[in-house]
């Protein structure tokens, strides 16, 4: 069969048309691929902005905490000391030196006691500080703190192979988190023993607690401050990219676990 | 004279034109093109000169082929630097191109065109503008493309030696068989150089305002 010029123009310039359809079609891709690419970028942006504001409203919220811990304990127990020791030192008579002498040595004590509460208020007063020491020296600090009310016997078992160097935007997190569960014992628990473990492995810092309290049912949240405090853990483990598992039960205390990659 | 300006070269000295505007503060292989754009010019001044006086101008096309080679992938050498280091196969690319071009003209005698040495050119700047496209989607960084220079310029680059590919294979491999001639060679030239004349011409309009905006 023989082939006409015309026809092989008219082929040849078919090809070339179907060719140009290739860097037709990929230019068209490329331009659909850098929107998706800029609509990710801005995410990420987002994100970022998002993970910075937490940081930020969780060091507020530590600092906030604090300054509560400092308030109550201003009140409760260094003024109660301080009330204490003006009424010893008021109640002196000075014609019976032996009884004077016991309450001036009683005023002193005292007043040792009250020195002994500001000092380890000073440590409270670093606050967030706290957590430059490391999460494991915060969280120790914290357990300290509770224990001196005697209402809690608490085992605090920090893991050995713990990373040296931590990370501070997480510890800070972490930090929050074990404050809030230890606010949500106070207020609700009504527990008599608490556990804390820290424990690092596959990349991953695993903090558990453990209370044998009232509990509660884990399945249907209670609403209010309770619930909201509950949701924050869980929001926060899941901005450093970790989870929170919280089991609980009416009657059997709870466990809350928080999985984190780490540092 | 004007015989010897046909709608092609019109299309040439109105780019070389905007080139030589638009990319006078230039550095680097962006300085490069107003070179090559002039030098093109000459050279389809040249070629169509000999053709109207009906003296043989494929070697004109010839000398041409180096000239292009050498700027099209400096170009693309400057282009790919900017997101890898690894950009020797381009010297290897240039190396083929180097012994391929003095094979064929030994073969074939310098006064017939290299059409083999262009049509693997041509792939080998294809290859070169999917591996640039490949890095721009790979990279991190977002680029505005609707006026990012290097994109379009490959874009022209890309269009032209897609679209060059059908008449040269054609030209290279078919012509010499009992097949008749392909006479719109030409007219698909026209048109794929008005399609690379126009995105380069953009593209340098763009470089232009990038520089401005950055100063």
Redesign the interface.
Known sequence: MQ???KE??SL??F??IV??L???F??AY??V??QR??RH?EEKAQMKLTFETEIAKTQLEVQEQTMQTIGADLHDNIGQLLSLTSLTLNSIELDNEAKARQKINDSIDLTLRSIKEMRLLGHLLQGDQLVALGLPEAIRQEVSWMERSGRYEILYLPGEDLPAAGNPDKDLIIFRIVQEIFNNIIKHAAATQISIALDHFDGHLKLTMTDNGVGFNADSLPGGKAGMGLQNIRKRAAIIGGEAAIISSPGEGSRVTISIPYP | MINYISLNIAMEIATTVIAMVFLRYESGAWKKMPMLLLMTCVVEITGRALRINKEPNDWVYNIYLIIEAFFISTMYRYLISSFTSNIRFIGFGGLFLVILYIFETISRGFSAYNDITETVMLVLFICYGLYYYYLLIDSEIYHKLSAYPPFWWVAGTLFFCFGSVVSNLYYTFLSSRAWPLFTSRYSIFNYLNIILYGFWSYSFICRYRQRKSIA
């Open positions: 082939i006409s010029s092989i123009n040849i310039t090809l070339t060719f140009l290739a860097p037709a990929l230019v490329i331009f691929y850098n690419k800029k970028i």
